[in-house]
């Protein structure tokens, strides 16, 4: 009976660990993944926000006045934002089943 104890004590603990190093290894994995995506959208960003006032700067100086150019993009940066505010329940639904699939994929 008491071998029978410390076999399960071992099963329990050696279970115990390899629930711990699987949680480990997901848990890596997923945040690997998320400062991959941090340092590409930071990267985008910096692009954006360069190209955004080049962009601004050349059309200002096509229509004759700068502020204009600065004001077109900047239009076309409040539509895009309130296109993306229409769809925020879609793309935050996609965003968690996406979540969700990754957690589920490793068993």
Partial sequence: METLLIRLENFSLT?????KLKTIAKFSELSSKFM?????????SFFLFFFSIAFSLWI??????????????ATFFGLLFSILALF????KKAIK???IKEFNQFK
């Fill in 88 to 91: 925020r329940f879609r793309m």
């Fill in 15 to 19: 279970t115990l660990e390899i629930v």
């Fill in 97 to 99: 089943n996406k979540i």
């Fill in 60 to 73: 200002g100086e096509m229509l004759g006045a700068v502020y204009i150019g600065f004001l077109l993009v």
């Fill in 36 to 44: 991959v995506q941090l340092i590409l959208v930071s990267v985008f």
